[in-house]
């Protein structure tokens, strides 16, 4: 077992993925990012300590269909998707032994496998054979032979969404299944974040495939008005006031400050200095959007035992120094440590692509900044989002086509029907919650929440540390999925002996 290494390329690419506007003429477009890691919170990396990369892993590439859906003969083309198996806990393929398939998300499929431990944990609950499999687009699963050649335009890109990426899984998984001659063995799709969100699409979709799917803090309402857009940033408030009211108030009051600053004559050179940016700022937008990041990811990932709101916000209350933006600044050092800079580290763009991307066409999530948190205002504008989408990729984005494909209105009239077996699983402090199914929905379609959870909390490597709430609720969530299997077994047991007596 080997302890993972994230290297600061790395955490470059998830500081700037998760960047959002808090201040801004310009539309944003860049969502926060649904990734089951803790963003910048990588900066801390004792957090992620026990996590561990299994030597028992096995790295696989699947010849994968490019398109779908369609029978041009572009559509024929393939690529090589990469996927990875751990065969040390699996019961085998004779007892019909189970498999549990990850399905990977927004990033590389390399830090999902050092990071997501609720495979792992309970593994040997199931006797159950691991499988991760890499999104398209990402990693070293990438069409057209290059990352350059695939991100070349709207054309190249057009075969990049979430419809073509569960059918991704769909056929993998069915491979590994006739391969392994596992032709009954139960399969339990997981994913967090937006890899939640395709875990719960594929039970939907393909329930030949998949006996069910555990999705941890997806949040699948947050379209197409099913979720008021300033739900996010509510709860990053919320987060902050519960933690301290003084916190909450300074940093209320210090965009305005910051705004003050930079209309005076050399402001932008004094907001430099006191923040120690690692490049002069060029507009004060720039150093809020960079503070506004800190607060939502404090917020997101507000994990145990470190919980980063308190971290942050004992930095603000603990400042020495009287003024508002002083004490701002002991937040940020109280969050990152002690560097030589802070604020705008140099980044990659050409890593950002694809989120951007996805959020450009299809999975637009509408979140703006209202008028009571600790931000200034910032609506969710669907016009100025079309446009920047449509400078950037000369297409305009399908805000409708999610709730089309998928479903998300009338959830529970729907699928308390028409669905089954689906875990819901979300930790309230989390801003993407309130886009989460947070009530059961049937019997089999479960909402399993807890009040002082973050953003998948639940899927994440158990620690010696965790407290009783988070065990339970991985504890409730393996108990739900083994009576899931129980049904299964029955049922099959009932047809095969059916069948055997038929023969007979």
Known sequence: MNSPKFSVRWLQFMVMILSISVSSSVARIDIPRLSPTRGTILEQLDLLSSAAVSNDLQTFYYTQTLDHFNYRPESYVTFQQRYVMNFNYWGGANGSAPILAYLGAEGPLDDDLAVIGWLNDNAIHFNALLVYIEHRYYGKSIPFRSKEEAFKNASTLGYFNSAQAIADYAEIIMHIKKKLRALYSPVIVIGGSYGGMLASWFRLKYPHVALGALASSAPILYFDKITPTGAYFSVVTKDFREVSET???????????????????????????????????????????????????????????????????????????????????????????????????????????????????????????????????????????????????????????????????????????????????????????????????????????????????????????????????RKIEVKIIKGWMAKYYADLKSIQTIGFQAEH
């Open 247 to 473: 916190c909450y108030q300074t940093i209320r009051k210090s965009w305005s400050e910051i705004d003050k600053i930079a209309s005076q004559p050399l402001g932008l050179s004094t907001l430099s200095s006191k923040f120690q940016t690692c490049n002069p700022l060029t507009d004060s937008s720039e150093l809020k959007d960079r503070l506004g990041l800190m607060y939502v990811s404090a917020a997101q990932y507000n994990q145990p035992p470190m919980y980063p709101v308190t971290v942050v916000c004992g930095g603000i209350d603990g400042s020495e120094k009287e003024d508002i933006l002083s004490k701002i600044f002991a937040g940020v050092v109280a969050y990152r440590g002690n560097r030589s800079c802070y604020i705008n580290p140099p980044t990659n763009e050409s890593e950002t692509k694809g989120w951007r991307w996805q959020t450009c066409s299809e999975m637009v999530i509408p979140i703006g900044i209202g008028k009571n948190t600790m931000f200034q205002p910032d609506p969710f504008d669907l016009n100025s989002f079309t446009k920047e989408c449509k400078k950037f990729y000369g297409v305009p984005p399908r805000p409708h086509w999610v709730t089309s494909y998928y479903g998300g209105h009338d959830i529970k009239l729907i699928l308390q029907r028409f669905g089954s077996n689906i875990i819901f699983s979300n930790g309230l402090r989390d801003p993407y919650s309130r886009g989460g199914v947070l009530e059961n929905i049937s019997e089999s379609i479960l909402a399993v929440s807890t009040a002082n959870g973050s953003h998948c909390l639940d899927i994440l490597p158990e620690r010696e540390t965790d407290p009783e709430w988070l065990i339970r609720q």
